[in-house]
């Protein structure tokens, strides 16, 4: 019965979406390149390209290695990436150019769907994380088209939301060739929820290697910052940012060059977090602004995306976003990979095993309030050598870890 609505409504919603698509051209200019496309229009092909679906950064950066090895191990192999996000397709573009091509995925309308698997005829389709759309995999299966669904991940909290439309989202599990879960924990609530060929292949983000461009990048941002200790507080949130100031005149009395480096988590906030900046006194260069910060400026506003990881290798001091307010944190793995100090807040529940991991090897600092943040902060900045030590274990920890790629990249080669 669900399923029969669900299909019901995806095939009124066209002029609906239509519009909500207009709307978000007119508000963000991003949205308006290659449009069309969210409604299956995009070129066609019949190369039979194998076919990686990211829906944005955080999932791109996982598919990263994964990609790479696979054009490296098959020159000829065409491949094809869709994206949700402008972001995340941004940042695939800048990273694989010339190496797939890419698309945005189309909205789960049977006739988007449709028409996006008909024009792109793929081989294989392979999803990252967590990617469960009902119609997009019926008319795979239909299609006799494999697919795939790697880096999964699924919390308690996602799967009491999926379990209320179980008829929905158990067939189109079922469908799945294979489910490649980050954990244990995961593949059972896969499971649960009906995908009938699950195992633990680990986390592919833990894959992650700086490669020799993003090193160079690191190198230029710190020649940009001039010698400065520099403070990044990446991916915040609403409350983070005002924490961050509030903290700065603390920890400047330690080190009084200090720049802090903030990265909003959505760069479109960044109008807003300069207000909130002006409004405390202080002037930050922006970097959507094409400005960079002078001997005196104490903040830096990056409010653009994908630089994250660059700017990870002119840090002396991490602290991760979403992990002083309520939101489950982010990613440490790019900053434990550069080796830099780690401090995160109360709230690390999206990466949870990955803390408990980084714990167990004393590789990252975890608090429990601002005012220990602060605290650990003026420690690591007194002490250099303390804060290399912690920069060093996260460094060795996240060399250790790995083989989810290669279990994906077996996976998908049995199935070419």
């Known amino acids: 019965m669900m399923s029969r609505l669900y299909r019901l409504l995806t095939r009124l919603l066209p002029p609906l979406l239509l519009l909500f698509t207009w709307q978000r051209m007119l508000r963000r200019s991003a949205y308006r390149a290659q449009w069309q496309e969210r409604f299956g229009f ?17 999932e791109g950066m996982a598919a990263l290695p994964l990609i790479r090895q ?14 949700t996000t402008p972001t995340g397709r941004a940042l695939l573009a800048r990273e694989l150019a010339g190496m797939v091509t890419q698309v945005y995925l189309p909205y789960d309308l049977p006739g988007a769907v449709r028409r996006f698997l ?4 793929p081989r294989l389709g392979v999803l990252m994380e967590t990617e469960l759309w009902p119609n997009l995999l019926q008319v795979a299966r239909q299609r006799g088209i494999p697919m795939m669904l790697l880096n999964g991940r699924l919390s308690a909290r ?6 209320r439309f179980a ?23 896969f499971a649960e929820l009906g995908a009938t060929r699950v195992s633990v292949a680990g986390q592919m983000k833990l894959d992650l290697q700086i490669d020799a461009g993003q090193r160079a990048r690191g190198a230029s941002w710190q020649e940009r910052f001039a010698g400065r200790r520099v ?35 959505h760069p479109e906030r960044g109008d807003a977090v300069a207000e909130q900046l002006r409004s405390v006194g202080l002037s930050a260069p922006r970097r959507s602004q094409g400005e960079f910060p002078g001997a005196d400026d104490p903040v830096y506003l990056v409010d653009t995306l994908g630089e994250l990881i660059d700017l990870y290798g002119a840090a002396d001091l991490v602290w991760i976003g979403g992990s002083f307010v309520a939101r489950g944190g982010h990613n440490p793995i790019e900053a434990a990979a550069w080796g830099r100090p780690i401090i995160v807040g109360p709230h690390m529940e999206n990466f949870f095993d990955t803390l408990r991991s980084l714990q167990a090897a004393d590789a990252i600092c975890q608090v429990a309030s601002a005012e220990e943040a602060v605290r650990r902060s003026a ?3 007194a002490a250099p050598d303390l804060a290399r030590a912690l920069g060093e274990r996260a460094a060795t920890w996240q060399a250790k870890q790995g083989g989810a790629v290669a279990r994906a990249l077996a996976a ?3 199935r070419l």
């Open 379 to 381: 420690e690591y900045l």
């Open 118 to 121: 008909e024009r792109s005829q």
């Open 412 to 414: 998908i080669e049995e």
């Open 167 to 189: 008829s929905l989202f158990a067939p189109a599990l079922a469908g799945l060739d294979w489910v490649a879960a980050q954990n244990p924990d995961d593949a059972q609530r």
């Open 231 to 265: 403070w990044v507080f990446a991916s915040t949130h609403p409350g983070e940012e005002e924490l961050a100031w509030a903290s700065l005149s603390s920890l400047r009395k330690i080190e009084p060059k200090l720049l802090l480096v903030l990265i909003p988590r």
């Open 70 to 83: 696979l054009r490296e191990r098959h020159p000829d192999l065409p491949i094809l990436v869709s994206s």
């Open 158 to 163: 996602s799967l009491a939301g999926y379990r």
């Open 42 to 58: 995009v070129p066609r092909r019949n190369d039979r390209p194998l076919w990686i679906h990211a829906v944005s950064v955080g």
